[in-house]
């Protein structure tokens, strides 16, 4: 059964270094998405990315977030100068349509240290 | 902003129970859905409701969607081991999954 896969499962960083959070997505889906989920609390929306371009976003997703889709199968978020609070799982999920299930995937635990 | 609620906060209940959680809202949603999180996963979805009323199934899980479309029930009837794990509800303010609000999640443990 297809899947969403996300690199690496957990990622350690020092506290102002730059990260990127990989994820590839369902081959045939349109819509991605990325959510964050720290520890103990709720999932939470960050960025939803349709056609090449950013198509909604949450307050959560400053300046210090971007993301891309390099090629045709990555799906990526990049978190500039990372802070203490940015720790958390992060979700990537697609989906075929933009009104159809989001399939997410395992997570990558980023520990801002 | 849209915020969900969910009750109970954690559940404790002996295998073979039925186990009933709700999820309400002081706005309306036009879609609901019922993800499971296993530790250490992704949610993965259980049951979506489309329509105001609506109540759906799954194997042992049934939900429904609230007339006033602002709350949600699902339940789980004779529980077994591998129900354990934390259930979200989750709205869509339309029909797309371009923004999916979660609520804080319902802990469920089942004692063998």
């Known amino acids: 059964e297809p899947e969403v896969t996300q690199t690496p499962s957990h990622q350690v960083t020092q506290m102002g270094q730059e990260v990127i959070l990989r994820c590839v997505p369902i081959s045939n889906h349109l819509y991605f998405y990325w959510y964050r989920q720290i520890l103990g609390q709720k999932v939470e929306f960050l960025v939803s990315f349709y056609n090449n371009e950013i198509s909604e976003k949450s307050e959560i997703f400053d300046d210090q977030f971007s993301v891309e889709r390099p090629d045709g199968s990555n799906f990526t978020l990049k978190i500039r100068s990372t802070k203490l609070e940015d720790s958390a799982m992060y979700f990537c999920?697609?989906?075929?349509?933009?009104?159809?299930?989001?399939?997410f995937g395992q997570g990558t635990r980023l520990t801002v240290v | 902003g849209q915020q969900l609620n969910q009750s109970p906060q954690s559940m404790f209940i002996q295998e073979g129970e039925d186990v009933s959680m709700n999820c309400t809202s002081s706005s309306i949603f036009n879609t609901w859905l019922w993800y499971k999180q296993d530790p250490g996963e992704g949610p993965v979805l259980l049951i979506a409701?489309?329509?105001?009323?609506e109540l759906t199934s799954n194997g042992r899980l049934t939900a429904q969607f609230g007339i006033t479309r602002k709350d949600s029930f699902l339940n789980i009837s004779a529980s077994i081991p591998s129900d354990v794990g934390i259930y979200f509800c989750a709205g869509l303010i339309g029909t797309s999954y371009d923004k999916v609000i979660f609520g804080p999640g319902t802990s469920l443990s089942v004692i063998p």
């Open positions: 999920a697609s989906g075929l349509q933009m009104n159809t299930e989001a399939f």
């Open positions: 409701l489309y329509k105001a009323g």
